[in-house]
């Protein structure tokens, strides 16, 4: 126990107590079979990234389920980690060979790993120290980094048994094409941004028709050089009877098939579409129902070979554009450009929009699909919001083959071997490939595939890779059986496809036992996105999105957390500003200064337990705010494990902050003021704030865990050398034994003596009497009500800031407001010069009168009304709703006067 300072300083606390955390091994998760275990596996960060708004809404509210879970007596274990981020990295680092005048092929591949490692290690893990800022509680000893030898393993051991299986094959297939990265790209590393183009229109002769035209309408005439066909809807009467028939590719000229397709909306541009089966996938599908030929016009680097011609042979995509469309027109079959606003896909890291693109890749069946819907839909995993099942169900019922290779070095290289010397390679044939975690014993007579695996294939692993499969020992060492399933999983709705969905069947296919034992978790709660105020998605390049650092550093780390959370509705989107920060600072400081006001207010007895607490309670003395603020600390706890139950964050922190600012600061420290003076009341007083603090500090903790560890030992609470979180923050049922329960009627009054309070400032205020203290209030309700302010008319005086409450009958001439126990008159007679006041508000009253009548007469005006934009005329009216009220207000004070 130590003397509480007078003001909060978070970065001493929070330094002082996460060094204490890591060193007693307070993070650290064990095996005990006597308790619960409880599990969760951190959506590994880029190793290359920062912690962001986003990181601290997510890892917050792991942080509160992991501190929660060891509240409750559980064995818990949050594993952290990082991923490697193929792309992201290798794009950085190859940044930096550039700046140096060399490339990534110049050095080779094992030179290029070695910068890539060094980078890593000098630049990487930046986020996992901030995420300690944060508070984040994870097994640190347990850290993993997805390219750690034993995680790689797990991934080569994975892909061998899918290969073995017959879901990994090898085949050309139309992918999302980085021409910067030169790579392939997974559909979550490209970026839809809304851009202002053009939209083309041109005609093609029919050649059975001369000097006739079929008119098409497309946004990349650059690709006119790969057309094989022109496609139209069977059904459309327009173009029904030109199927089967041919029309001349202006360039380089040749004579295409028209043909008939469903997929071609006729509703859409001329109907018409030309059909470029290499660069684009829905052009794909429809050659490939067709059997069209495939013309390949451009090199990886979407530069044009010498298939797009002559003309356009070396150019890049927006030069051959512009010569396209030039050359339309000079052939006379440019009809006309329009803007066209449309999507367009951007590579995540190239910053350049996508190129779909024929290419030999690797591909994986996925497994378990059916198993992956039914362990949702059975509820064996639970989403939260649910809503997000039908996202997930939908996803499943139309999924795709996944491309998993990648054409970069920085990852996990593909475990595939060909045979040296074998002029056409066969695939299906061991003798000309071979397959494994290890190389081939005469490893000098194959050559390994170039390419990577895509991160995630490493990722859908996380949750059992990292705890030692699939070697039995190290499974064994790192408690897989214990552990496993994970309880909890907290990540964006964004990844449901490329994560959340892929480890399930990940866990489905490769974990032992029955389902229930082999899904990787049994709850995914969904975060919203954070907004800014205006609504628009946080980002570096709208300079919306604050430092969290900086944050941390203004208004401490538990600011932040209950700042965050508190505005963080479940699996909605988040609008942030600092104020929200600023509301948890605050909240900080009065739960500082509440601590303290009670070290200052009496002696400390001993805290350590509720059992100790109580005993220093005579049940004698408990009064009706006693057992009332004891009640609502009861009902708060309860609701709180609903809450917990149904992951309502945000309804957690405002109920603590309700409790603690309103119910305990606002009225119970203030009454119990008086009492501080009675010896004989004094001790039950302080041993009830000393049972509300300690209470209202274990349920805090979770969500502030510094300031309420700091607390928690300043006033006693937790004996020597123990921590908080080992705690249970539950009470009620040693409080009933100890002969202290839950009294409604008790909490119903202390309610209906807070709303006249209440009420009466907010008269007083009305007639500019906030800080008079002389006033006199009338009141008038039945007989038990009216007894009910009677009894307690010294307590409400003084915080009403009244001279006298008189019980009456019936009351006029007094200005009045309604509260739950009656009816609240202000007495003006001696406290207004009605005579002055009746003046000033007069002069409003003329004011609001011309306002009114000026607003009316542009509303009544027609020219203003047909010319001004809707919200100006919607503001005028408001505005003029707003002088209505004002003045009925302001009449009805002067009918008082």
């Known amino acids: 126990m130590s003397e509480i300072s007078k003001a909060y300083n978070p970065s001493e606390v929070e330094n002082k107590w996460y060094a204490k955390w890591v060193a007693e091994g307070c993070f650290e998760g064990r095996p005990d079979s006597s308790k619960e275990a409880y599990s969760i596996v951190i959506p590994p960060p880029n190793v290359t990234g920062v912690l962001t708004m986003g990181h601290v809404l997510n890892n917050t509210i792991q942080d509160i389920l992991i501190r929660r879970a060891r509240q409750l007596g559980k064995s818990a274990i949050w594993i952290p980690g990082t991923d490697h981020a193929g792309v992201a990295t290798q794009t950085k680092v190859e940044k930096v060979l550039r700046q140096e005048g060399t490339s990534a092929r110049k050095l080779g ?53 899918l290969y073995k299986q017959g879901y990994i094959y090898r085949g050309k297939r139309m992918v999302n094409w980085c021409p910067v990265n030169l790579t392939a790209l997974s559909d979550e590393e490209v970026i839809m941004k809304h851009e202002a183009g053009k939209f083309y229109k041109m005609k093609y002769e029919i050649a059975e028709e001369p000097g006739k035209y079929l008119e098409i309408c497309t946004t990349r005439p650059e690709t006119i050089m790969g057309d094989t066909a022109v496609a139209v809807n069977p059904d459309d009467e327009r173009y029904a009877h ?9 360039f380089p000229r040749a004579k295409i098939k028209i043909i008939g397709d469903k997929y071609v909306d006729m509703s859409f541009g ?3 579409l030309k059909i470029t089966p290499a660069h684009d996938p829905a052009d794909f599908e429809i050659g490939q129902r067709h059997n069209l030929e495939i013309i390949d016009i451009m090199n990886p680097d979407a530069t044009m070979n010498e298939l797009a011609g002559e003309d356009f042979k070396g150019l890049n995509r927006e030069d051959a554009r512009k010569l396209a469309v030039q050359k339309l027109k000079d052939l006379g079959l440019l009809i006309e450009v329009q803007d066209y606003e449309h999507n367009v896909g951007y590579s995540e890291r190239g910053d350049v929009p996508i190129e779909p693109r024929l290419s030999d890749q690797w591909f994986l069946k996925y497994p378990k699909i059916e198993e992956a819907k039914k362990a949702v839909e059975s509820g064996l995993i639970k989403f939260w919001p649910q ?7 939908h996803w499943l019922d139309n999924i795709r083959d996944w491309c998993i290779s990648r054409q970069i070095w920085w990852g996990h290289r593909i475990p595939v071997w060909y045979k040296k010397g074998v002029e056409k390679i066969d695939l299906k044939n061991p003798e000309h490939v071979y397959v494994g975690v290890n190389p081939p014993a005469d ?22 890779a990292t705890m030692g499969w699939p070697d039995k020992k190290a499974m064994e060492d790192k408690s897989l059986k214990y552990f496993y399933p994970t309880s909890d999983l907290v990540t964006g709705p964004d990844i449901i496809f490329f994560w959340v969905a892929r480890m399930i069947m990940a866990g489905l296919e490769f974990m032992d036992g029955d389902d229930a034992h082999k899904i990787p978790f049994k709850n995914v709660y969904f975060t919203g996105i954070i907004r800014d105020m205006q609504g628009r998605k946080m980002s570096k390049s709208l300079g919306n999105s604050p430092d969290p650092l900086e944050i941390i550093a203004k208004y401490g780390a538990d600011g932040l957390r209950f700042g965050v959370m508190n505005c963080a509705p479940q699996g909605q989107d988040i609008l942030f500003s600092e104020e929200r920060v600023e509301l948890g600072r605050n909240f900080c400081n009065k739960l500082w200064n509440a601590c303290r006001f009670r070290q200052m207010s009496g002696e400390i007895a001993d805290n350590s337990s509720v059992e100790k607490i109580v005993s220093r309670i005579d049940k004698s003395k408990l009064d009706s705010d006693d057992l009332a603020v004891l009640t609502s600390l009861i009902n708060a706890s309860k609701a709180i494990d609903k ?16 409790f603690f600012w309103t119910d305990f600061c606002d009225w119970y420290l203030e009454v119990s003021k008086s009492r501080l003076s009675d ?10 704030q000393d049972l509300c603090l300690r209470s209202l500090i274990l349920m805090l903790h979770p969500f502030m865990p510094f300031i309420t560890e700091e607390l928690w030992h300043s006033m006693g609470f937790g004996k020597d050398g123990d921590f908080i979180q080992n705690e249970n923050p539950h009470f009620e049922e040693k409080l009933a034994s100890l002969g202290i329960k839950a009294d409604e009627n008790a909490l119903k009054t202390t309610e209906g003596l807070r709303d006249f309070a209440t009420k009466a400032r907010a008269l007083k205020a009305q007639y500019k009497l906030a800080s008079k203290r002389d006033v006199k209030l009338y009141f008038s309700s039945d007989k038990e009500k009216s007894k009910i302010v009677a009894e307690n008319s010294e307590k409400l005086k003084k915080i009403a800031g009244a001279a006298s409450i008189e019980i009456k009958a019936e009351v006029s001439d007094c200005p009045a407001t309604i509260c739950a126990l009656g009816t609240i008159y202000l007495d003006l007679s001696n406290s207004v010069d009605a005579a002055a006041e009746k003046k000033r508000l007069g002069k409003e009253k003329e004011k609001l009168e011309s306002l009114i009548k000026s607003t ?33 207000e302001i009449e009805k004070l002067l009918a008082n006067l």
């Open 109 to 161: 591949r094992e030179k290029f790993i070695e910068r890539a490692k060094d980078w890593r290690d000098k630049h990487g893990g930046i986020i996992i120290e901030q995420l300690k800022k944060l508070g984040a509680s994870c097994d640190w000893s347990r850290l993993v980094h997805t390219l750690d030898d034993d995680y790689s393993e797990a991934v080569l051991t994975a892909f061998v048994k």
């Open 242 to 250: 030109l199927i089967g028939k041919h029309c001349w590719r202006p």
């Open 270 to 272: 001329t109907g018409a």
């Open 387 to 393: 809503r997000w099942e039908k996202t997930y169900t």
């Open 443 to 464: 490893k000098e007579n194959w050559v390994q595939d170039e390419d990577s695996l895509d991160t995630w294939a490493s990722s859908w692993l996380w949750p059992f």
């Open 643 to 658: 809450d917990y139950e149904e992951y309502q964050f945000n309804s957690i922190t405002q109920r603590l902050y309700s």
């Open 679 to 688: 010896e004989s009341a004094k001790q039950t007083v302080l041993a009830v």
């Open 856 to 888: 009316n007469a542009r509303l009544s005006n027609e020219a203003f009304v047909s010319k001004a934009p809707a919200n100006v005329i919607e503001g005028a009216k408001k505005q003029l709703a707003q002088y209505q009220e004002k003045l009925a």
